[in-house]
Structure formats: structure tokens, C-alpha cells
């Protein structure tokens, strides 16, 4: 049996990837390599999968139906029967930029994949699938819980997500395909996105350029160590969810650090990890970005004993001393 990670090469989708082949696990990885951000990042976490026995790639985008279905049909999807669905067209502002970019990833993406989950029911035990944090938008209760009202979105990758999470409760209530979606906060650490701040920071810091503080710095942050993300989607993988009172398999849970931490001290541990001194530029709020995110964690506690254990004070100083590894700093 085999589990089908998409968005193998992001981020996220590679550490679980790795994380699934190291305990045993067959992985399907399918990634469509897009530009959004350095293909040679994408193309280097593949090479630390290529060399796996029970790893297999297909560049195809989830996007495509035609080419997806050609793609997993026949042997290529044979022996499925779990799926991490992580690919996405992510980042909150660069969806000012080039929606229907969000549209076609995020929304028909989806359902291609929902689609697909639905064709395997019988031999299908579990679809978890990303949504984020982003989804909670400008709500002041603090920390955001799943239970929280979540439709006034501040930004339309807010919005795709929000539209994952229903479409796929209406499968699971249609067709009985078991799902999770977890709303992941602020995941980093080494192999990270280079368009998230954690990135940006280091990069800004080693390049002797100031690091651009929206909302004048007074923001905070429910930074996620991507072992604990990992180690949360792993443990999630392998229960699914019971049927609700109506009958539904479908959850959904917060995966952050329940710790909200000021951009301040981040910077602080950034200076005391790199042996320099920071640099500030201080911007007003960007359109679509939140003043503060805090993830009540205690549902994910209490059903599959998610204890994020790592903290920024060692994730941040680990994050950089695999930055100057990769960029020979």
C-alpha cells in the first residue's frame, strides 16, 4: 500500500514525505514544480527523496484533470490507499497579484483530488489535506479555535482554504471519504519557503539589507517547528476521523505552537543565531495580513496527542544553521 503526498516538493510535503518513507511507508509524490518561488529549492529537496527505494515522482499538476488522471492511472495509482494532499498555490499576498492562480490550485485542485479519493472508496482509509490559519481572518478572539466563526476572510487564499474545508465535508458526507484538513500556523525551519518571513529575515540579515517590519512590528506569530507539523500530520494520517452525529468523517484541527510570539524577539534570536546585527525598515499592514494569530491546540491534543515540542529559541538558530549550509554562508 502506498500514500499519495501532493506538493512532494514543497515545503511541507517534503519533511512529511521523508517522514513517511523513514518509518516504512511507500510514497507517490506529485508536484507540478511551478515558478511561484526558486524551482532549484523544489528540485533539491526531490534529490534528497530520488535516492529512497519506495519513492517514486510525477511531475504533473493537480490542476490538470486529464493529465492527473493519465498521470495515477493504472499501476502508477495502484495501491493507494491514504493521501496528504499538501500542493497549493500558497502565500497571502501574491494573491493580490494573480488570483486565479489561487482559483485553479486551490478550488479545482482540490476537487480534482477529492474526485479522485472518491474513486478509490473501498481501499481508501484517509484524505488529510491543508487548510491554514489563515482562514481564522481578522478574528480578535484569542486563541483562534476551530469552533470559531471563520467566513469573513481578509484575503482570497483565506477564502480558497475556507472552500476546501467545505467541499470536503460535502464529499464525506456524499460519498464516505474520510477526511482531516489541518489549518497549519506559520510552519518553518530548515528546507523552508523563501517567501516566508523566517526566510526573509535570514536573507535579509546576511545580506546586510534592512528586514522590513509590517505593521511597524507590532505583530505576533504561532510559529510552527515543521517536526511538530510533521509529526501532528503523521499522527492525524493514521486516524481518521469517526463519523459525527450525522454520519460525516470529516475533522479539522489547528497545528501551531499555541505560543504567539512578537516579531521582536524573533528578530533578537535571528541577531543572537547569526552573530549580526539587524538591520529594521517598519512598514504599515499589508492588504490581506493579520495583526496576530494564536492556535488553541487542545482538540489536536486531546485526539491524536499532538505536544508541539519545539520552541523558536532552538527551531530558529537550527533554521539558520541549515540556511548557511544550503546558501554556503
Given at each position: ?228 507539523a510533521v509529526a501532528g500530520t503523521l499522527a492525524v494520517l493514521d486516524r481518521p476521523p469517526a463519523p459525527d452525529p450525522r454520519g460525516v468523517r470529516h475533522a479539522v484541527y489547528n497545528l501551531g505552537n499555541n505560543r504567539p510570539e512578537p516579531l521582536a524577539r524573533v528578530i533578537q534570536l535571528f ?59
Open positions: 500500500m502506498a500514500v499519495l503526498v501532493t506538493g512532494a516538493a514543497g515545503f511541507i510535503g517534503f519533511h512529511v514525505a521523508r517522514a513517511l518513507l523513514a518509518r516504512g511507508d511507500t510514497v507517490v509524490g506529485i508536484d507540478n514544480l511551478n515558478p511561484y518561488y526558486d524551482v532549484a529549492l523544489k528540485r533539491a529537496r526531490l534529490g534528497q527523496l530520488s535516492s529512497e527505494r519506495n519513492f517514486r515522482f510525477v511531475h504533473v499538476d493537480i490542476a490538470d484533470r486529464a493529465a492527473f488522471a493519465a498521470a495515477l492511472a493504472g499501476d502508477a495509482g495502484a495501491g493507494i490507499d491514504r493521501i496528504v494532499h499538501l500542493a497549493a498555490q500558497a502565500g497571502v499576498r501574491y494573491s493580490l497579484e494573480n488570483p486565479f492562480a489561487y482559483v485553479e490550485a486551490n478550488l479545482v485542485g482540490h476537487l480534482v483530488i477529492l474526485e479522485f479519493a472518491r474513486q478509490l472508496v473501498g481501499g481508501l482509509t484517509h484524505l488529510v489535506y491543508a487548510s491554514s490559519s489563515s482562514v481564522y481572518g481578522g478574528n480578535t478572539k484569542q486563541p483562534f479555535a476551530v469552533e470559531d466563526r471563520v467566513d469573513a476572510p481578509v484575503s482570497l487564499y483565506a477564502a480558497t482554504k475556507k472552500a476546501d474545508e467545505l467541499m470536503s465535508h460535502a464529499y464525506s458526507h456524499l460519498y464516505g471519504v474520510a477526511q482531516t484538513g489541518l489549518r497549519f500556523f506559520t510552519v518553518y525551519g530548515p528546507w523552508g519557503r523563501p517567501d516566508m518571513a523566517m526566510y526573509l529575515f535570514a536573507q535579509a540579515i546576511f545580506a546586510d539589507r534592512p528586514i522590513t517590519l509590517y505593521n511597524h512590528g507590532d505583530m505576533k506569530r504561532d510559529f510552527t517547528f515543521i517536526d511538530d541577531e543572537r543565531a547569526t552573530n549580526r546585527k539587524a538591520a529594521i525598515a517598519r512598514a504599515p499592514m499589508q492588504p490581506g495580513d493579520v495583526k496576530e494569530t494564536y492556535a488553541d491546540i487542545e482538540p489536536a491534543r486531546r485526539a491524536f496527542g499532538y505536544a508541539p515540542r519545539r520552541t523558536i529559541d532552538d527551531g530558529i538558530p537550527e533554521f539558520v544553521a541549515w540556511y548557511r549550509r544550503y546558501h554556503g554562508v
